[in-house]
T-cell receptor
């Protein structure tokens, strides 16, 4: 039981490049979330999903897209990376069976030059 | 909207000292309250939670009581250890059709020295 995993762990991009961050969970959770963590700002919700095939915007969605084609996977895409997207990205999942507790992945550190 | 305010760090303590990290919140509805901990280089782990007023969450010697009258959820530990050094986040969630989206405070870094 791996819980929530994220790939890659670290990535450097140039401005304008694109990339996809992958989140996978093996707990059969319905809900999945993407957050970004910036110094002095805590974690902020980017997008979330309440089930396979559904996604919704969070607090800071601009510049990001997401997809949930399979229940266990939640992808976060950056179409044209900007230096302001330099951050640490965390994925989380939850369900009624988890008491709605969110379980977090180890994070992806992204540097945009 | 919902918001969480917690004391700024870093907080530096000697081993075996008493710890308090203050957390207050504003929320619509009836929130659940959480403390998450982040050790260096790792993701967030749930430390404890409380789902209704007057509930006390506890884990690994840490405690926090849900105080509706003061809208607070302060984290306490009677005797900290070096291994408790981490960043602590207070958070709340109000369940909606979008699940239990979390609203986080900015985090408080704790450093425990010998």
């Amino acid at each position: 039981n791996a819980g929530v995993t994220q790939t890659p762990k670290f990535r450097v991009l140039k401005t304008g490049q694109s990339m996809t961050l992958l989140c996978a969970q093996d707990m059969n959770h319905e809900y999945m979330y993407w957050y970004r963590q910036d110094p002095g700002m805590g974690l902020r919700l980017i997008h979330y999903s309440v089930g396979e095939g559904t996604t919704a915007k969070g607090e800071v969605p601009d510049g990001y897209n997401v997809s949930r084609l399979k229940k266990q996977n939640f992808l976060l895409g950056l179409e044209s990376a900007a230096p302001s997207q330099t951050s640490v990205y965390f994925c989380a999942s939850s369900s009624r069976t988890s008491g709605w507790t969110q379980y977090f992945g180890p994070g992806t550190r992204l540097l945009v030059l | 909207g919902n918001s969480v305010t917690q004391m700024e760090g870093p907080v530096t303590l000697s081993e075996e000292a008493f710890l308090t990290i203050n957390c207050t919140y504003t929320a619509t509805g009836y929130p659940s309250l959480f403390w998450y901990v982040q050790y260096p280089g790792e993701g967030l782990q749930l430390l404890l939670k409380a789902t209704k007023a007057d509930d006390k969450g506890s884990n690994k010697g840490f405690e926090a009581t849900y105080r509706k009258e003061t809208t607070s959820f302060h984290l306490e530990k009677g005797s900290v250890q070096v291994s408790d050094s981490a960043v602590y986040f207070c958070a709340l969630s109000v369940f909606t059709g979008g699940g239990n989206k979390l609203t986080f405070g900015t985090g408080t870094q704790l450093k425990v020295e010998l």
